[in-house]
């Protein structure tokens, strides 16, 4: 069964320090999406706050 979708939680996971996305996540966010992989973010943070991350 091939992967579809990816959701990842921002705080403690993708986050690194709570504030950017590494460079290691960017790439395989990249390399997901570019291979049709459809990649969202899971939060519990407001949108506001999430938006900045999209």
Do not use: P, W
């Amino acid at each position: 069964m091939a992967i579809k979708l990816i959701a990842s939680d921002m705080d403690g996971t993708l986050l690194s320090s709570g504030i950017a996305i590494s460079e290691k996540n960017k790439d395989a966010i990249r390399k997901a999406v570019d291979s049709g992989i459809v990649f969202l973010i899971a939060t519990g943070r407001m949108y506001v706050s999430a938006q900045t991350y999209a």
